[in-house]
Nanobody, 125 residues
Framework: QVQLVESGGGLVQVGGSLRLSCAAS????????IGWFRQAPGKEREGVSC????????YYSDSVKGRFTISRDNAKTTVYLQMNNLKPEDTAVYYC??????????????????WGQGTQVTVSS
């Protein structure tokens, strides 16, 4: 059974850092497209950072470019999102997602089949 479990969220002050983890079980991430998404209260879920192992491409939204970094461990079972210089507008529930069929880069919510339960990130000013 495919399962994704996020961890690492919490409360942090403006300018601080957090590292989110997404542990995969039931599969390895060899050929999956992987993404981090977030949803703030009253807003739609949006793509933050995604990478596609099939074409080797990586995407960052303009709002996080230069501050967030997506990575994967060598065992190919955990994906990370390193978040630096956090801002109040980064406050949201963060979700990881995976999909085995995407051949090219997509960071659209509707393109991903498997989702974690989410982890809350709150940035206080």
């Amino acid at each position: 059974q495919v399962q994704l479990v996020e961890s690492g969220g919490g409360l942090v002050q403006v300018g601080g850092s957090l590292r989110l983890s997404c542990a995969a079980s039931g599969f390895t991430l060899d050929w999956y497209a992987i993404g981090w998404f977030r949803q703030a209260p009253g807003k739609e879920r949006e793509g933050v950072s995604c990478f596609n192992l099939r074409d080797g491409s990586t995407y960052y939204s303009d709002s996080v470019k230069g501050r967030f970094t997506i990575s994967r461990d060598n065992a190919k079972t955990t994906v990370y999102l390193q978040m630096n210089n956090l801002k109040p507008e980064d406050t949201a529930v963060y979700y990881c997602a995976a999909d085995p069929t995407l051949a090219t880069m997509s960071c659209d919510v509707g393109a991903f089949d498997y989702w974690g339960q989410g982890t809350q990130v709150t940035v206080s000013s």
